[in-house]
């Protein structure tokens, strides 16, 4: 996946390696050409560090810089992807804290 990632998207990226707890490492992938963001989840750190070092073109950032941040953007739809039920919806139920909001 991340192999096809980097040679959709212009031949390079950056890479940042983010333990999820028991679910694994979450590979965040920007791209350079364009900052599109994609992600694959792994099992473990060393795995993580294994995937991305055999794909050429990637780098691995330690952290997430002001500079990667104003390059990332998320790929077209995943905004609505995300929001599920709500970006389909034209009722929203009422919030559940509305007594904490109105203090």
Known sequence: MVKSYVAR????????????????????????????LGDEVVADVDTANAVVDAVEGVTVSEEWTRELVSTANPRPGHIRKMAGWVAHSRHFPKARNAKIVQS
Do not use: E, K, W, Y
């Not at 999820?20 to 350079?32: F, H, K, N, P, Q």
């Open 9 to 36: 998207n212009g031949g390079s990226a950056t890479a940042l390696l983010q333990p999820i707890g028991s679910a694994g490492v979450r590979i965040t992938l920007v791209a350079a050409d364009g900052g599109i």
